[in-house]
């Protein structure tokens, strides 16, 4: 049967819709190689509901919204849209439906403009040619609506992570949809930025707009949230109303356990010896001058608003960035650290904002991945043996959240595995 949007239908038999009721999942099951990703989800969406969807990593969140927005096919279960059963055979299908998706990974193409991002495949014509004026002022008006300061005309790739998740967040919001997937959405926000983003989340429920809000900051879903549905492995733990509930019983529920202390008390304590000093660090136009002491057992945090350096000045620590001034010390010594190279031999390591970008090598295996920083430690000789490469990175494989096996030299691709196992690599 084909629905109003031309969608295919589901085999199973469903009956829609409830009061008030725009989606609905029936027993949605997914399968990847070795995994159960999905098993058996139900979940209902209402009209001008935020509906936040928590679990553990690898509890299926993500992949359950890649279903709803046409990315997936599910393996078993049917969808129910405004009434219908439908399938979405694609991402595109989905948004002419009414459903967007606002990514946990960017989606973005770094070479086009914002405005031509915001657009992308929907740009306004003016006979055979698009529109450039029209193209910028919608642009505009997009992005003021998150109190965003960046020109249309911008390149994406020059903005930093914080920026183009903003502008992520306005592609979603320029298509108007009707259900709003919002996967990961204040990740790489400021508080200031976030607090944009609740307004805008309130004023779309206030319009009927249907969200699934999706979020490891429990504390800040108080703010929006109207009803909660947890899973775990895959699974359908309970759905509530998010005021019934405390953050402490959604915890329990993500995890299967109660937790007695979900912050323990620390029992080591920084020691007095200096281990990295920086002294007047500075990068012209984007930071400086930048000074403090990391002491060994020490974890040291910088805060700081977007384009504030945070970043920045990691990277100029570990080579990546060139430094026009100052001086770092490790262990009590002077040392010129010009490349990552020099920065990895000296004991400094670098866990990227950008993983996909700077991170990882998304078209290599995951035995490799875990060893690039060190493939002079696995061949001494010059020939890399596979077995090798296999053996030691297993060690750095801990538990059973990706159940892929590690392999030297073959096995699955990093693109391949799930954006949180990615992480964990």
Not at 20 to 40: C, S, W
Not at 51 to 78: F, W
Not at 163 to 189: G, N, R, Y
């Amino acid at each position: 049967m084909a629905t109003p949007h031309g969608l295919l239908a589901s085999a199973a038999d469903v009956p829609c819709l409830a009061k008030q009721e725009i989606l609905r999942l029936e027993g949605i099951g997914k399968h990847f190689p070795g995994v159960v990703a999905l098993d058996g989800i139900n979940l209902d969406l209402r009209v001008g509901e935020v509906h936040a969807v928590c679990g553990e990593n690898g509890a299926g969140k993500s992949t359950l919204m890649k279903i709803i927005s046409g990315q997936y096919r599910p393996d078993s279960g049917a969808i129910c849209y405004r009434g219908e059963q439908v399938h979405f055979a694609s991402t595109s299908n989905a948004q002419d439906a009414g459903i967007a998706i606002i990514h946990q990974e960017l989606n973005l193409i770094p070479h086009l403009s914002v405005a031509e991002n915001l657009f992308l495949a929907r740009e306004p014509k003016r006979g055979p040619f698009v529109d450039k004026r029209k193209l910028n002022d919608d642009a505009k008006r997009c992005l003021a609506r998150l109190g965003l300061d960046v020109a249309p005309s911008t390149l994406v790739g020059t903005l930093s992570i914080a920026q183009q998740q903003m502008v992520e967040i306005a592609k979603a919001l320029s298509l108007d949809a009707q259900v709003l997937i919002m996967d990961e959405p204040t990740s790489s926000l400021t508080e200031s930025e976030t607090v944009y983003l609740f307004r805008i989340i309130k004023e779309l429920r206030g319009a009927g707009v249907a969200i699934l809000y999706i979020s490891h900051r429990l504390d800040e879903m108080q703010h929006i949230v109207d009803r909660v549905t947890v899973l775990r492995d895959g699974r359908h733990i309970s759905t509530n109303d998010f005021a019934s509930l405390s953050v402490n019983d959604i915890v329990a529920r993500m995890v299967g356990r109660s937790l007695d202390d979900a912050y323990p008390p620390r029992r080591s304590v920084p020691t007095t010896d200096v281990l990295l000093s920086t002294r007047n660090l500075r990068r012209s136009g984007v930071f400086g001058p930048v000074s403090f002491d990391l002491r060994k057992g020490e974890i040291l945090g910088f805060a700081g608003l977007m384009g504030a350096g945070r970043t920045e000045v990691a990277r100029a620590i570990f080579g990546a960035d060139k430094l026009d001034e100052g001086t770092i010390t490790l262990r009590g010594k002077p040392v010129s650290i010009r490349s990552p190279r020099e920065a990895i031999r000296h004991g400094i390591a670098y866990l990227s904002e950008d993983r996909k970008k700077e991170g990882l090598a998304l078209s290599m295996p995951i035995a490799s991945n875990i060893t690039l920083a060190n493939v002079r430690g696995i061949a001494p000789s010059g020939f890399l043996r596979f077995s090798e490469e296999a053996r030691v990175a297993k060690q750095y494989v801990v538990g059973p959240s990706e159940l892929v096996e590690v392999k030297g030299g073959k096995g699955p691709p990093e693109d391949r595995v799930s954006q949180n196992s990615q992480k964990q690599y």
